[in-house]
């Protein structure tokens, strides 16, 4: 939580490495960072594309109970990426308990989450990333850590891919690279035979500290 100190800049090492990972990959690479920007020190996940941009959204819910709110200003603006046909709503961790702000009224196809989940919630995680994707009628990535932190805390992986049905595939404890394959005919189809975004509430968020 030494946010300040940790901070780096738009124009810092990890955002010029994201870059030039996406540029020698040609994929989209995101992930977190502690970010210093405009007198704000932010918990930002970076989305960096092959062409050299890089977009970016702010968490918006702060873990109190990790003093995350003390340490870090929340954000106020969702992310909706296009990517190769695929809209894509980019959030972080924390944001994974609260479905009204992770609801589909952008018409996302593609909700991901980068996350540091400990491993005595994993049940938690894992319920509630087949719980957004069934509700949101989208596909649900969630990406998490393994091993322990510096204060000890162990973390257990499972990350996961979740179809619109709550099909999940979930990994285990070990750092490894999967590839997943996602239908866009597949989606389009469940959502003309069973449309409940149709029926979906309307509703807007009232921003507040």
């Known amino acids: 939580m030494n946010a300040e100190k940790m901070g780096e800049t738009m124009d810092g090492e990890t955002v010029c490495w994201m870059k030039q990972m996406a540029k020698e990959k040609n994929a989209a690479i995101a992930g977190s960072a502690i970010i210093s920007d405009n007198g ?63 609801r589909n009224a952008e018409n996302y196809d593609l909700l991901v989450y980068a996350a540091n989940w400990p491993a005595s919630r994993r049940l938690v995680w894992e319920n509630l990333l087949v719980a957004r994707a069934i509700e949101n009628q989208a596909y649900c990535i969630g990406v ?28 285990g404890e070990n750092e490894e690279i999967r590839a997943f394959e996602i239908s866009r005919s597949f989606l389009n189809e469940f959502r003309k035979k069973f449309p409940v975004l149709s029926d979906r509430d309307s509703f807007e968020i009232a921003d507040h500290d």
């Open 40 to 102: 704000q020190t932010l918990n930002r996940l970076l989305w960096a594309a092959p062409d050299g941009d890089v977009q970016f959204y702010d968490k918006r819910h702060l873990f109190s109970m990790g003093n995350e709110h003390l340490n870090f200003s929340r954000g106020y603006r969702k992310l909706i990426v296009e990517y190769k046909g695929w809209r894509i709503c980019p959030l972080i961790c924390y944001d994974l308990r609260f479905p009204v702000w992770s």
């Open 144 to 171: 998490n850590r393994t091993g322990a932190d510096g204060m000890g805390v162990s973390y257990s992986g499972g990350s996961a891919l979740v179809d619109p049905k709550g099909v999940a595939s979930f990994l």
